[in-house]
């Protein structure tokens, strides 16, 4: 089994298919007819712009114009006339091969287009890479492998594929994708999302392992790839499909309904994002809001920090999109393992306990304030909620709220517009914050407890070390009884609290966490229906009593077999539902 990175989740089984992108190999060879070479190039053009035109509508019908757009700038390049007159000069002056003309020339303008210190500029300069590759690949005659007719159920494996493959997919025969390159927020990840395509990115040396027709099974969920799997995981992984697939169906009937238990407390179930592009999905599963808007992942796969104005269209996009519900919208929690090459953290011995989150936005105070300025700036377009990652001690909220009142001052004097009552949360995820919660609920309006950072720290364990997994452990008393204790520091002082780690999402934790007096979760936008349907068959003073018990069980393997009855019987009810 190899692991690579979760892009889109989902299971996937098929025969491989490896798009083997060679690179193009050109001869320098001068020509004698430069004639004949115009004309081979006029016709590759005209045949990549009709492509390119066909592409352009393939995308608007499955992907959306956002993503057309790629091919529009594709199709502008080609009809460009610096770039058409220096191919030609190349061929008629200095008797170059089209090819050969062709590939200069881009290489040309690529590397003008690099050198310009703008995002959007140098974004550029990969559609050109991508324009000439297509012109090559027709004047060479070089056909690639057609990815629109496929005849058997397919996993398509590549060092990476790009946006013009996946707009060329059979959808019927594609089961899935596997990058050795990118990451989440790569544009292959981005479109396997909308497509609803279970996707692995980052799946170093994969095209090695992997043979055309071997047989795949992948699971988007954890980034497990396995070749040519024996029959038990085979049959465990087909029987996990066919129960996603079915439970999907079912579940949208629960879209428009409430969240209310047997005896009526009603809960609110919220949505992790950590794109625009995920609303889709949150309006889908009809989540209440957005409970954690992840956005370092808008600082990745690029390499400068998104701009003041790139962000405040981001940040508008999605309050508006989410019409008035509440949206929590993260500041930038990077660092451990969310690395952002450019914003050059140092190697650090132990990067869970070092400069991240806040602690880096603190001390890279212009980084911070162009998103925070951002952030204040989008407020009037919805109900925009702030929340800090990694907050450990009081001081560091009182700082973050100079630095607000800074961007405050700067925007008025700009006379720019924005809403003075937001409000402001933390994460509670550092055991130092858990412990003394009812120290901070005065200088807050929120609480969100992540509790996959919490469990790394209160357990003293690193969450992304496969070796001491077990010690990781969300059923370990200490863990349950700080996270009860934050609940009840909200209740008491009537500050909101909710959970955004995966265990909101984790149908076994359910119970317990309502119990504690949790009316909030947030999770992956998949999970809201199965939580909800899960919720609407609980009895909330049942579940007090159970979290009462749980909480007086001296170890994790007493609660998961104390939960595991209690879930059994649940299941039973659900059933009956
Ligand atoms: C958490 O730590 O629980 C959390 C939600 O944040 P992240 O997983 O992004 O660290
Ligand atoms: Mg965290």
């Known amino acids: 089994m190899i692991k690579g990175k979760v892009a889109s989740i989902g299971i996937g089984i098929g025969k491989a298919l490896i798009l083997d992108d ?316 969310k690395k952002i090459p450019y914003l050059k953290i140092p190697n650090e011995e132990n990067p869970s306990l070092g400069l991240r989150a806040i602690r880096y936005c603190l001390k890279n105070k212009s980084i911070f304030k162009t998103q925070m300025r951002a952030l204040l700036r989008s407020s009037p377009f919805g109900n925009l909620k702030i929340m800090f990652p990694m907050i450990s001690k009081l001081e560091e909220v009182l700082i973050l709220k100079e630095i607000i009142s800074e961007c405050h001052l700067e925007l008025r004097q700009e006379g720019l517009s924005f809403r003075e009552d937001i409000k402001l949360g933390i994460m509670i995820e550092v055991p130092s914050a858990a412990i003394m919660a009812d120290l901070l609920t005065s200088h807050v309006d929120f609480f969100s407890i992540g509790t996959n950072d919490l469990i790394q720290y209160v357990c003293a364990v690193d969450r992304l070390n496969e070796e001491i997994n077990e010690i990781y452990d969300p059923l370990n008393p200490a863990v349950l009884r700080l996270i009860s204790h934050v609940i009840k520091v909200g209740e008491e002082t009537n500050t909101e609290v909710s959970i955004c780690g995966e265990m909101a999402g984790n149908e076994k934790m359910t119970q317990i966490l309502l119990g504690f007096g949790l009316s909030k979760f947030s999770m992956n936008p998949s999970n809201i229906l199965r939580i909800k349907k899960l919720i609407r068959v609980l009895h909330f003073e049942r579940a007090r009593v159970v979290s009462k018990e749980v909480l007086n069980l001296p170890s994790s393997s007493e609660i998961k077999n104390y939960l595991n009855s209690a879930h059994d019987k649940i299941n039973q009810l659900s059933k009956k539902s």
Do not use: W
């Not at 005896?263 to 999905?281: F, G, H, M, Y």
């Not at 956005?295 to 790139?310: A, G, Q, V």
């Open 22 to 337: 060679k690179e193009i190999t050109l001869e320098f060879d001068k020509v004698e007819n430069p004639a004949l070479e115009n004309l081979k190039f006029n016709q590759a053009m005209e045949a990549s712009l009709a492509e390119i035109n066909e592409l352009y509508e393939q995308a608007l019908s499955t992907v959306g114009i956002e993503k057309a757009q790629i091919f529009e700038a594709h199709s502008l390049i080609l009809q460009d006339p610096e770039f058409l007159e220096n191919i030609y000069l190349e061929i008629n002056e200095n008797h170059h091969k089209a090819s050969y003309a062709i590939d200069i020339v881009s290489r040309r303008f690529m590397e003008m287009f690099q050198q310009i210190e703008n995002d959007y500029m140098r974004e550029r300069a990969l559609d050109i890479k991508d324009v000439s590759h297509r012109l090559l690949k027709k004047i060479l005659n070089i056909n690639s492998v057609s990815l629109k007719d496929l005849s058997e159920d397919t996993i398509l494996i590549a060092q990476d594929i790009t946006p013009s493959q996946m707009v060329n997919l059979d959808l019927k025969h594609t089961l899935g994708i596997i990058t050795e390159f990118g990451g989440k927020t790569s544009h292959t990840a981005i479109m396997a999302r909308i497509l609803e395509l279970p996707a692995v990115v980052g799946a170093r040396g994969i095209t090695k392992f992997i043979k055309t027709g071997d047989l795949i099974a992948m699971n988007g969920d954890s980034g497990e790839i396995f070749i040519n799997p024996d029959k038990e995981t085979l049959h465990r992984l087909m029987e996990e499909k066919r129960k996603i697939d079915f439970q999907k169906k079912e579940l949208q009937s629960y879209r428009d309904l409430p969240t209310t238990t047997l005896d009526k407390r009603c809960v609110q179930l919220e949505a992790n994002i950590t794109s625009p592009l995920d609303v889709d999905s949150v309006l889908k599963n009809g989540a209440t809001g957005i409970g954690l808007f992840r956005t370092e992942f808008i600082y990745m796969d690029r390499e400068f920090p998104p701009t003041e104005d790139e962000q405040f269209s981001i940040y508008k996009s999605v309050l508006e999109r989410m019409q008035n519900k509440p949206v929590v919208i993260r500041t930038l929690d990077v660092g451990a393992d």
